[in-house]
């Protein structure tokens, strides 16, 4: 058979297994596996373990349950409900308070974090039940916790972008930094989201109740005393500390990534156990599971995408189609449409671990190529598939979401989230034509590459 022919069956095969409801993991093994015995030596066979092992056996990749701990530690507590009412309570009287107050909730806690379901459970536990009582329609608040939450996989330290720095051979420190800039881009355009459609929200309510007499929480006004915002500033304390001592750490040289993991986790049990009293068995508990089982699930993904896309590069699957892009001879920028398309469409089955492990040996030679900055493509892709997290038909996000609020229906989330998918793409369009939006911190911090 033709390498176009064991392509096509490859995909074909890897789609069948993914839409036959089998995990993630499990579907990309067993589709190498059956490959592997079919099409390479049978010797191969006995390796399947070890390819395996020494792909994962990355000091790089060890930096990952370690980012997961120092989330649950925080999503597990009170902290996160407490970072989210400290924001209320400085934000309220903006049109939309809440919503932005959620906003950024998510992005400091995804700057915690690093994972994206993380923010969402963690913020949207505490943060969708407060703005459906304050009139929020379910949609609206759904959308702002779902998208909110994708900020976890841009915003450092992120386990995203970790997993790119490693197959892109790249800095994850200057990543790291290129990702600050469009993540911030991503929390403005949000939070003005956030208050135009609160406007639009408040106006209807308004004139129903002028017209029918029906009246809404929206209408509502929160009022806090000036004593009650300086009470709720020693809320947010611990997460400054958290987060300024991750930084110093890592931006500083003081630690390498994998090292900073670790102090953040550690830091993020310490600072549990002394502002909230959770140092008991029974307490860490919740935590040390969450962290076990995300932790184990995320290490299959990378494990069995590694030996994936091992048995594609073998059988030259990858580097025929980043031939085939190549010989297409398509200008720069249709070039990098054509693969941003397609990471697009795989976002619609596959979470961003596995599209990046799958999809890296065949982008980015071209990419490399045709002159484009990888640093600045890292942080284009990773926004990408941020979208991929919030449309259907598998929208990591949105069933997250269903579970934190199953009151609100599908249809509903999905309607919801749609607005900050176009916001997104907006954002792409504007490191496109902006690329120092991403480039420019980590140029000044760490000097420009070498080689671009």
Known sequence: MTVLGIGISYGLATLAAMFSGMPIAFALGAVAVVFMAIYMPSASLDTVTQN??????????????????????????????D???????????????????????????????GSSPATCSAIGSAGIPEMRKRGYSGGFAAGIIAAGGT????????????????????SLGRLFLAGIGPGLLLVSLFGFYAVYRFRREYAAAKVAYETTGANSAILAHDEFTMAERFNALPRVLPFIILLTGVMIALYGG????????????????????LIYSVWRPSDLSPILTSTIKESTMLMMII???????????YLTISQSAANAIVAMHLPKWELLAAILGMVIVLG????????????????????????????WFGVVMTIVMEMGLIHPPVGLNIFVIRNVAPDIPLSEV???????????????????????????????????????
Request: with cysteine.
């Open 52 to 81: 395996v092992y020494e792909e994962m056996a990355s000091i790089t990749l060890l930096s990952i349950p370690l980012f997961i701990l120092k989330g649950a530690a925080i999503g597990k507590s009170r902290a996160g409900q």
């Open 83 to 113: 970072l989210y009412s400290a924001l209320h309570a400085w934000l309220h009287k903006v049109p939309g308070g809440l919503g932005v107050a959620n906003v950024f909730a998510c992005a400091l806690f995804a700057a915690m974090a």
């Open 151 to 170: 900020l976890g996989i841009l915003l450092p330290p992120s386990i995203t972008m970790i997993l790119f720095a490693v197959a892109a051979e790249k």
């Open 254 to 273: 003081y630690a390498t990534p994998s090292e900073t993991a670790g102090l953040g986790g550690l830091l993020a049990l310490l600072l549990i156990a």
């Open 303 to 313: 494990g069995m995408s590694l030996l994936y896309s091992y048995v594609m590069s």
């Open 348 to 375: 619609f089955f596959l979470p961003p671990v596995s599209i990046i492990l799958m999809t890296a040996p065949i982008i980015l030679p071209p990419l490399r190529a045709a002159g484009f900055d990888i640093i």
């Open 414 to 452: 999905i309607w919801g989230t749609l607005p900050f998918v176009l916001l997104m793409f907006f954002a792409v369009l504007l490191l496109c034509i902006f690329p120092g939006i991403s480039t420019l911190l980590p140029d000044l911090v760490m000097g420009p590459e070498a080689v671009r």
